[in-house]
């Protein structure tokens, strides 16, 4: 391989990057902080953690919530992927799955050319443009986002946007996958991209959900277990259709007595 001073230094601050990020990892019964960080083609980057959950088959692996965020920020333009830690063959096959076609560079790095990657740039910025200022176009925002969804396999899609106090919105899409348990929904998607981007659950303020085939849409009893772990007493606004305003809960309310691990 021809030696390029750039291209290795581009390496080396993904690297330094991933090594960053890892610590807003969610890892309370593992101890073991994880991370990726997607390079996408301008050089802009997207983070991921690993997020576990105390009901621990609901953990939200790193590559998984990076690639999630990729898809609700409508930018599946990745050029490489780098690794806190060597993926294992379920991450590899997961990567595989993403049709990204990478090359296996080194153990903890896979790019798309072995000879050039773009500079690196500041991280892609996860919020939308739009700032909703009522439910009813938080609702229509949801909406709107949830064009973005990846679900080919139920043709269901579904948007949310997980509003901070400061009026920012976080998109969330569903994101389907070939092994159905690797799906993620909308709402997980969201929480993940606010836990890899560092932003407190102290700040999230409201989510709202829109799932445009089903008038009744209602958040998955995983999300729901998500949810209340970060922040139990969030408002949840769900799109009730065209005919009627949408409805307003609260997480707990949505799933009383939810599993705690202290
Ligand atoms: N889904 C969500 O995105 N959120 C929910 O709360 C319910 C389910 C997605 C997951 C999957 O892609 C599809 O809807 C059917 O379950």
Known sequence: MIHDPAVTDVREQLRKL??????RAYVP????????VLL???????????????????????????????VALNRRDVVAVAFSQPPDAGVRAFLEELKLSL????????????????????????????????SLEGIQLAREVAARALAPYSRFPVGCL????????????????????????????????????????????????????????????????LLAEHRSDLSVWMDRGLENPPELMRVDLLLPGFFVLQ
């Open 162 to 225: 997980l509003q901070l106090e400061n009026g920012r919105c976080i998109p969330g899409v569903n994101v389907e996958h070939p092994d159905w348990t690797r799906t993620l929904c909308a709402e997980r998607n969201a929480l993940g991209t606010a836990i890899s981007y560092g932003i407190a659950p102290s700040t999230w303020r409201t989510l709202f959900l829109s799932c445009v085939n089903d008038v009744r849409g209602t958040p998955c009893g995983a999300c729901r277990q």
């Open 29 to 36: 019964y593992s101890k073991h902080p994880e991370a990726v």
């Open 103 to 134: 090359l296996d560079v080194s153990s903890d790095l896979f790019a798309s050319q072995a000879s050039e990657l773009p500079a690196l740039r500041e991280p892609l910025v996860p919020f939308l443009d739009q700032m909703p200022g009522s």
């Open 40 to 70: 996408l083609s301008d050089g802009s980057w997207i983070p991921g953690v690993r997020v576990e959950s105390a009901s621990f088959s609901l953990t939200i692996l790193p590559l998984q919530n990076a690639w999630t965020t990729a």
């Open 18 to 23: 991933v090594r960053e990020v890892r610590h």
